[in-house]
């Protein structure tokens, strides 16, 4: 099971910079960082090797069949910043071609 | 052959909030060149708004603190300087003198006005002195607030106003788990408000809170949420569907709080939207607010935007908070946009006349405006500090400075109660311990005696 990112998350980008398989989204490089509630976890991608969990200054980050009950939700929402994400990128190609 | 390398590069960073203390830490990573910092800050303690602005309801942001900030300003190469209010009696021509570079951090201080008749009646204040006054900041802990109305109207729809909203309608019982300062507990608890009224100009598809704060709402067993404004006429109906992901979320919550069945709710946070203050109304005291309506007009999400209908009401109440933005203070003879209050740069080399200045550079608020989350702030600072050793790669800083201990003769003779970071340790260290006792994270000096004496640093 993947781990995911919570309401605490303060966006500070630490698990990013430590992820071994590029996982975390927006990347502070990018621009939709700048407009960021928090990071998201790619369940897809996640191999689950807790990284981040100690890197996180706020403690926002759970595996996510520990995810406290107030923040269950949070697995959907991570898995779909990242269907978003997707169809963002399918637009964007879609309309420069 | 030895390479000599470069004596350290000496750095003063300015306001020791989330932007400044994130400088420190990039400057600490650097491996091919040594940099120790001074931090100089106005309040005897640190961590700018994670400390005083930040709500006492959530403290696992505030563990940013001891996880990152406190690990920063612990390390040797950095010397904390709290009580030092820069524009006083160290001005930045001081600190151009003293350091290779000096970085502003200072934060936006002040607030943006409504610019609408009534607005200095008593009963009327910024969001930003609430929140000041309830985390027990010393410049704020004298201020009074009359909770004696069954009604209070908070006027716009960021975070900020969701935090006021919460804290005014919070269970005591939670509130005295927490660090808010124990004169705003006995304050709230004779509390008359029942209903805190939120105006917003826009539409609930355009609400500037986000979802996190939003969702919390909903945590509450005893506060109803009610949406005012909030349906849109048949043609309108397929916009919410073409907002982008954020924002559907959003309405998403919106609904399926003003959905929720609460037995015996004790209060309500009430979101009209569409709705624009035009004059807060009484003598001397605030004793209602003027409202006009808006409708929303436009075909997509992105061209949405309002127009006035000319219609008008009154809502009594004793209590209006404006939270539509904080703002940038100039700083001593430092350039400033007045229009933006923030200081002109260019990613984050502070410019005067389009010309960049030497050695000095800005970040945090005070460089982009009030914007973002804390790591916003940490972004901010790599463009900055990116910058700076640019510079310094460049042969572009000065490298004649005054040595640590000359700075801290310097500070000492100036300021009369100089706080370091063993001194602010021992206020934090009582703070904490005064916590234990009543199982709260910290119980907080709120006035700069206290704080000193804390500190053990005679005034
Ligand atoms: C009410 C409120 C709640 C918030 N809640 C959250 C939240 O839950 N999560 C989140 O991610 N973000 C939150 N934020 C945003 C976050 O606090 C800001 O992004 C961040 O604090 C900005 O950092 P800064 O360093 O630019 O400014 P500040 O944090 O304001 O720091 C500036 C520092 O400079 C000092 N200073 C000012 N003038 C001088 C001077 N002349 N000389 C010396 N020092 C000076 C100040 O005392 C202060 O310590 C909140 C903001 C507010 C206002
Ligand atoms: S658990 Fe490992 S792989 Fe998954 S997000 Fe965290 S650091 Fe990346
Ligand atoms: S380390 Fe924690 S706070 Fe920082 S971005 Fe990751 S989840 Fe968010």
Known sequence: ?97 | MTTQKRPALRVAVVGAGPAGLYAVGQLLDQVDVDVDVDVLERLPTPHGLVRAGVAPDHPLKKRVIDNMFEFYLDHPRVRFFGNVELGDRVVPADLALWYDAVIYAVGASDDRKLGIPGEDLVGSYAAREFVAWYNGHPDFSDRQFDLSSERAVIVGTGNVALDVARILTCDLEVLRQTEIADYALDTLSRSKIKEVLILARRSHMQGAFNNPELEELGESSTVAVELRNATLTPEQQCLEQQLDWIDRRKVATLKKLQQRQLENPEKRIVFQFLTSPERILGDERVAGVSLQSNRLVGDSPDTLAIEGTGETTEVATGLVFRSIGYRGNALADLPFYDSTGTIPNALGRVLQHNEILPGVYVTGWIKRGPSGVIGSNKKCARETTSCLLEDLAAGRLKGDVLSPVAVEAELRQRCKALVTQSDWHRIDSAERLAGTAQSRPRVKFTDRASLLLAAGVPE
């Open chain 1, 1 to 97: 099971m993947p781990y995911v990112i919570t309401s605490p998350c303060v966006a500070d980008y630490s698990c990013l910079e430590i992820c071994p398989v590029d996982c975390i989204s927006p990347n502070p490089d990018d621009d939709a960082f700048d407009h960021a509630e928090q990071l998201y976890i790619d369940p897809d991608r996640c191999i689950d090797c807790a990284a981040c969990v100690d890197a996180c200054p706020v403690n926002a980050i759970y595996k996510q069949e520990l995810l406290p009950p107030r923040w269950t939700h949070y697995a959907e929402v991570n898995r779909d910043y990242f269907r978003n994400a997707e169809k963002r990128i399918a637009v964007v190609q879609e309309t420069s071609l």
